[in-house]
């Protein structure tokens, strides 16, 4: 299917360069093509009726009798030009198949096309038996009519790169001084400051320099909630700006966003050629030759049972046009095309088609970090007084005043949910550390510490303390040595979890959680979740060695993890997914990389894996079904029974095949399960 038929090439392969985010110029190319064919089809509309009109069969069918002198000639003359200007895209791809040693497609009309003329041609110049005119111009009316209308169903189902390559505006407000200037984007440069206003999309991955803003990323990680973004944070290219102005440093070039690193991603996944896809093109092939020696034999035998050779050949057009690949050729990189693009738009970017396909075979799936499961980060899950006449939200307000400085995960958990609960903070001074132990300070000329649990017991022996719960991290609030209060953090299961471990279970697959966090963590976000089992404790190097015990009890295994800190643990996982990677798509060595931590979508990317997988095999099982059943009978076997397909019937049977497949992999989607 190397090309079956040269538009074949622009309609699952883009062009790399960065023009091709301009709004693709293959899709102005695809847009030619189609309009090409229409052009060529509405004059051999035109002509196709004087054809019909002057040819002795159509008259006898339709009881007229209509003769002029050198009326043959004139017929000669119209088909002669249906035949070069209608047929010439089948002739050009029948040669350009030649010389690439790969006949297809085009080999097969293109031959049964000339076939047909040059035996109607010699029935004009004296040869016994009726010419082909009629049959050979409405076979290329409708094979130009066919591929029409096919190209534009398989623009439709690559249509969702188009859409990723619009997601780029065209320009962007560079901030020059104090005032603001309109440039092209691919002229964006790293270190440049841009101007993001409200309802805009973002010209240029960088970090926001000013402004606060909620933006919709939805387009590019599948998350449909608006992401709240300050000072300090990343925004991607494409994103679009909510209601707040933000400037922007941009952080490299367009052809290095990400956004352009996706293009490219699905470029090259959509090129790689995957194991079904081999198959089918082995298939086309083998297709080809069945069609070329099916269709001599249908015309040896007809001939040589005493039918005229009129008959003979029509019967082998027919067989020859209705055998076309195309529909097989089709099949898988119709599905190929749709699949990586919505991949891309929901937040799964594959690096590699066949780790993509394996996926609907994982039988364990390998979470590597409680972060993807859980949130990654300290929130505080409950707070308390220890001394009466002291509310339990003035212990956290003082302790957020004290750790308003520090990047501390501890520090940040405890200040989140101080400005969440919009707490007013007193002011503290005298801020210092007490090193390993916690922080200490002055609020309202009280001193006040907040300390871990170890300093507590050594220094007040007789202070109430508080319980501790599996998996929580405790840190206690002294004011004026006096033990105030606690506040317990624990890094949160994520809402999602649930779900998508019930969701693995019901699909047949084991969830094994594998970390190095200690054992009562591990085993309390395990037991929540109902996951199969669990490895605690375990270092980065030591994760291969688990991946492999896993694969010889004969599991087939799935690895979710960092893709830089994981590589080896990835490689050797028989499917590596990188998770929470965002922007660096190019590091990984993963063969699918996940934008977000979100565990649903893991189970996303497998329940799509499948249907994928579905849809090829749906497609194959079409495009090879439906030749079994039309080759028999354009060969003539219920010839006896009156069942005779024309050549243009066959035509017309070949095209529907082709939509049909076309139509079906357009149908593919991202079923997202919510959880």
């Not at 006949?103 to 010699?122: E, K, R």
């Not at 398989?154 to 390559?165: D, H």
């Not at 109902?530 to 690895?559: R, T």
């Not at 849809?615 to 009156?642: F, H, R, S």
Request: include cysteine.
């Amino acid at each position: 299917m190397e090309h079956q038929h040269q538009h074949q090439h622009n309609t699952t392969a883009p062009a790399h360069d960065h023009g091709a985010m301009q709004h693709g110029g293959h899709h102005d190319h695809h847009a030619m093509m189609i309009a090409d064919f229409r052009k060529r089809f509405y004059v051999v509309l035109v002509l196709t009726i004087p054809v019909m009109l002057l040819s002795q069969m159509i008259q006898h069918w339709l009881g007229i009798n209509f003769t002029f002198s050198g009326d043959a000639w004139v017929l000669l003359g119209l088909s002669s030009v249906v035949f070069f200007y209608g047929g010439w895209p089948f002739l050009k791809g029948w040669w350009e198949e030649m010389k690439g040693r790969d006949p297809g497609m085009m080999t097969l009309i293109g031959f049964a096309i000339t076939v047909a003329y040059i035996y109607s041609v010699a029935t004009v110049f004296g040869l016994p038996g009726m010419d082909f005119f009629w049959e050979l111009t409405t076979l290329i009316l409708i094979m130009l009519l066919g591929h029409w209308i096919e190209m534009k169903s398989v623009m439709g189902a690559s249509r969702e790169l188009e859409l990723l390559v619009q997601l780029m505006p065209d320009e962007a407000h560079l901030v020059h001084g104090d005032h603001v200037m309109e440039v092209k984007t691919e002229s964006l440069k790293a270190g440049d400051v841009i101007l993001v206003k409200p309802g805009e999309k973002v010209a240029a991955d960088g970090t926001i320099e000013e402004g606060t803003t909620s933006l919709n990323e939805s387009m590019l990680t599948g998350e449909s909630k608006p992401v709240q973004k300050q000072r300090g944070d990343k925004v991607i290219a494409g994103s679009i700006n909510g209601n707040g102005a933000i400037k922007v440093t941009v952080s490299h070039g367009a052809a290095d966003s990400y956004l352009s690193q996706v293009v490219k991603l699905v470029q090259d996944a959509q090129q790689s050629k995957s194991k079904t896809q081999l198959l089918a093109n082995k298939a086309a092939r083998w297709l080809t030759v069945i069609a070329i020696l099916a269709g001599i034999a249908t015309f040896l035998y007809w001939w040589l049972s005493g039918r005229e050779l009129s008959f003979a050949i029509e019967r082998m057009v027919t067989v020859i046009v209705i055998c076309c690949p195309h529909a097989l050729g089709l099949a898988v990189p119709l599905v190929i095309a749709r699949s990586t693009a919505l991949s891309a738009r929901h937040g799964l970017l594959i690096k590699n088609r066949t780790d993509f396909e394996n996926s609907r075979k994982i039988t364990t799936l390998v979470f590597d970090k409680t972060g993807t499961l859980t949130v990654g980060r300290f929130e505080v899950a409950r707070f308390e007084s220890l001394q009466p006449g002291i509310p339990g939200e003035e212990v956290l307000a003082m302790a957020a005043a004290l750790e308003g400085s520090s990047e501390h995960p501890i520090a940040t958990g405890i200040t989140t949910k101080a400005k969440e609960m919009q707490l007013a903070l007193p002011a503290a001074e005298n801020i210092t550390a007490l090193t390993g132990k916690g922080i200490t300070g002055r609020i309202a000329g009280k001193e006040v510490q907040v300390v871990s649990p170890g300093y507590v017991a050594e220094q007040f022996k007789d202070a109430a303390t508080a319980t501790i719960e599996a998996g929580e991290t405790l840190v206690y609030v002294v004011r004026d040595n006096a033990v105030t209060g606690f506040i317990a953090l624990a890094d949160q299961v994520r809402p999602e979890s649930a779900g998508a471990i019930a969701t693995l279970k019901e699909n047949g697959i084991k969830t094994v959680l594998l970390t190095g966090d200690n054992k009562v963590v591990a085993a309390g976000v395990s037991k929540t979740l109902g996951m199969d089992s669990y490895i605690a404790e375990v270092l980065p190097h030591e994760k291969l060695d688990k991946i492999k015990e896993l694969q010889q009890q004969g599991e087939f295994v799935a690895m979710t993890g960092d893709g830089i800190n994981d590589a080896p643990a990835l490689a050797q996982a028989n499917v590596g997914i990188a998770i929470g990677s965002g922007s660096d798509v190019a590091a990984e060595t993963a063969g699918i990389v996940l934008v977000n931590s979100n565990p649903r979508d893991v189970v996303n990317l497998i329940l799509f894996g499948k249907a994928t997988f579905r849809k090829m095999i749906q497609n194959l099982a079409w495009a090879t079904g439906y030749n079994i059943v039309a080759l028999p009978l354009a060969a003539g076997v219920l010839y006896k029974e009156g069942i005779l397909l024309s050549p243009a019937a066959g035509a017309v049977l070949m095209t529907i095949s082709t939509v049909v497949v076309a139509i079906n992999a357009s149908l593919l989607k991202v079923k997202d399960p919510r959880m």
